[in-house]
C-alpha cells in the first residue's frame, strides 16, 4: 500500500497534522508507503520527521494538474489513497489528478472529488482543537470511531519527548516575537526585553544566549528587540529558511514565542516551549507536549480573532514582563530537578 497525505500549507497547521500523521504510521501494516505532499518551503520540516517515508516537495506556483503529475510519478506505481488534509477543493482535485484509487478527506462542499468522504466532526466530542480535527479524519479512514476526546498530543513530543539535559552554565533560548497574522498576537517588544534581562540578572551563573528567530517582513522587529536585550543577543529574523530555523530551534533549550507557526514548529520538533497568547483561542491552537506552557490573560473580549486590535491590546498589556520571567525561570528550575536534569 502507498499512501499519501496532503499536507496543509500553513506551518503551523502543517505542525498540527503530525499526531495524526504519526498515529496513521503507527496503524499501517508492514511495508506500508508513507508520502508526505508539501509545499516545497515546508519539506526541511516533514524531512526532520522519522515517521515519515517520503517527502513530495510541491513548487509553490505549480498548477494543480502539475502537482497531481508530481504526486502520480513520484514512485513506480500510482498512490493507493491520497488523504487530502486541507479541506480546498484544490488539494482534492491533485488527489483525483494523481491517479489515487481513493481520495479522502473532509468533504466540506467536495462531494464530487470526494464521494466517500466524511463530514465534519463534532467538536464537543473529540475537543475543539485542529491537532483533534486531522486525528478524527485519520481515525475515521483506518475504520475506527473517536468516541471521546483524542488523545491528540500522542507522538507531537517527537524525537525529543523528554528534553535533552540543560547545560548548569549556558542556555540558548530561541525568542519569537513577531506574527505574520497581525500586531494583536504580538506580545510586546519591550516586555520581551525587560523579561529576558531579568532572567539574565537573576541567573549569573547561567549565561544565556538569546537568539531571535522571523520572517524577512519581522526583520526590524528583530533590531528592536536585538538592542533592548542587555545580554548575549543574536538577531536571525529575516536570515533562515524553514530548513535554518529547524536546526535553530532544535539546538536551542526553549522557544519563547507568539502564537505562531514558529511556536507549533518548536513544539512539533519536541522543544520545550512557551506559548505567548492574545487576540487568539488556546484551546484551538496551544502548543501540543509535555513541555509545553501557556501564557495568557482572558478579558472579556477575548478571544477575538482580530488582526488588529480595536481598543487597547488589553490581552496583551494585561500580561507583565514578570510572568514571563517567572515561565522561563520555572522551567530551568524544573529541568534541573527532573531525572537527568542539568550536567
Known sequence: MRIIVRSPNPLGDACMATPAVRYLREQLPTGAELAIACRENLAPFWENL????????????????SIGRQMRRSSARHPDVVIALPNSPRSALEARISGARRVFG????????????????DT??????????????????????????????????GSRAIPAPVDEGSAQIALCPGAEYGNAKRYPIER????????D?????RAHRWKIVG???????GDELARAI????????????????????????????????????????????IGIFGSTEPDFTRPLGSWTRII????????????????????????PSARLTHSINEFFAEREDSPGGGS
Open 106 to 121: 473532509y468533504r466540506r462542499g467536495r462531494h464530487i472529488l470526494v464521494p466517500a468522504g466524511i463530514g465534519e466532526p
Open 50 to 65: 522519522d515517521f515519515v517515508d517520503e517527502v513530495i516537495a510541491l513548487p509553490r506556483k505549480a498548477s494543480v494538474w
Open 296 to 319: 495568557r490573560e482572558k478579558p472579556h473580549c477575548s478571544p477575538c480573532f482580530l488582526r488588529e486590535c480595536p481598543t487597547d491590546y488589553r490581552c496583551m498589556l494585561a500580561i
Open 124 to 157: 464537543s466530542v473529540i475537543g475543539p482543537h485542529h491537532s483533534a480535527r486531522y486525528l478524527h479524519l485519520v481515525r475515521r479512514f483506518l475504520g475506527e470511531e473517536l468516541l471521546k476526546k483524542a488523545d491528540f498530543e500522542k507522538g507531537y513530543d
Open 215 to 221: 520572517s524577512p517582513a519581522e526583520a526590524s522587529l
Open 192 to 199: 520581551y526585553a525587560e523579561a529576558c534581562n531579568q532572567v
Open 201 to 205: 540578572r537573576e541567573n549569573r551563573s
Open 230 to 273: 542587555e545580554g548575549d543577543i543574536e538577531n536571525l529574523a529575516g536570515k533562515t529558511d524553514i530548513a535554518g530555523l529547524v536546526e535553530v530551534l532544535l539546538s536551542s533549550d526553549l522557544l519563547v514565542s507568539n502564537d505562531t507557526g514558529t511556536m507549533h514548529l518548536g513544539a512539533a520538533l519536541g522543544v520545550p516551549t
